[in-house]
């Protein structure tokens, strides 16, 4: 039974992580900002890795080999039929309500996706026996809450550039 759970998790990250890829290549078109812009495309390409990571994961536990060319194409592929009509439709509505947003807002709905996207790596991790498994989710929790703090930097940043330097930098510790 631990199998066939192991894969539900599985499954289950596999999607939230493919949600989380369309929602920063759809905010990396939105945001003016060219820092906010870098940002967004980046961790969309560290979701794309995180994908590909869990995907092979996946096919391991499942028995199957995995093949040397998978691509991210080819796994999100396997997981389209498993979105109903409702998400999709949700997911475009959150993508058209977020077009007219300004930056902060954008910046704002990021760190909060990813900020559940790390409490639901954790929660999974506490839940699983499977070390190679349990680990392997922590790692993600532990990516998530990086880009998290990475995603309130930025917004830090964009507020107020001076207070975010002289904090920084901490140009009062000269000589220490």
Same mark, same amino acid.
């Given at each position: 039974? +631990?199998?066939?759970? %192991?894969?539900?998790?599985?499954? #289950?990250?596999?999607?939230?992580?493919?949600? @989380? $890829?369309?929602?920063?290549?759809?905010?990396?078109?939105?945001?003016?900002?060219?820092?906010?812009?870098?940002?967004?495309?980046?961790?969309?390409?560290?979701?794309?890795?995180?994908?590909?990571?869990?995907?092979?994961?996946?096919?391991?536990?499942?028995?199957?080999?995995?093949?040397?060319?998978?691509?991210?194409?080819?796994?999100?592929?396997?997981?389209?039929?498993?979105?109903?009509?409702? +998400?999709?439709?949700? %997911?475009?509505?959150?993508?058209? #309500?977020?077009?007219?947003?300004?930056?902060? @807002? $954008?910046?704002?709905?990021?760190?909060?996706?990813?900020?559940?996207?790390?409490?639901?790596?954790?929660?999974?991790?506490?839940?699983?026996?499977?070390?190679?498994?349990?680990?392997?989710?922590?790692?993600?929790?532990?990516?998530?809450?990086?880009?998290?703090?990475?995603?309130?930097?930025?917004?830090?940043?964009?507020?107020?550039?001076?207070?975010?330097?002289?904090?920084?930098?901490?140009?009062?510790?000269?000589?220490?």
């Amino acid at each position: 039974m +631990e199998g066939i759970q %192991s894969l539900s998790r599985l499954d #289950a990250a596999l999607i939230n992580e493919k949600r @989380t $890829i369309d929602f920063f290549v759809e905010q990396a078109k939105n945001i003016k900002n060219p820092l906010g812009k870098d940002m967004f495309q980046d961790l969309a390409e560290k979701g794309r890795r995180n994908f590909r990571m869990l995907y092979q994961f996946r096919r391991r536990r499942a028995g199957e080999r995995p093949g040397l060319n998978d691509s991210l194409e080819n796994s999100a592929a396997a997981f389209e039929g498993s979105e109903d009509d409702f +998400e999709k439709r949700l %997911s475009r509505g959150i993508a058209r #309500a977020l077009a007219d947003y300004d930056d902060y @807002t $954008i910046l704002e709905a990021a760190s909060s996706l990813i900020d559940k996207a790390s409490a639901f790596f954790s929660h999974f991790s506490e839940m699983i026996k499977d070390p190679a498994e349990r680990e392997l989710f922590r790692s993600l929790a532990g990516m998530k809450h990086e880009h998290f703090l990475d995603i309130r930097d930025v917004e830090e940043y964009l507020k107020d550039p001076g207070s975010w330097f002289a904090e920084m930098e901490h140009h009062g510790l000269d000589g220490a």
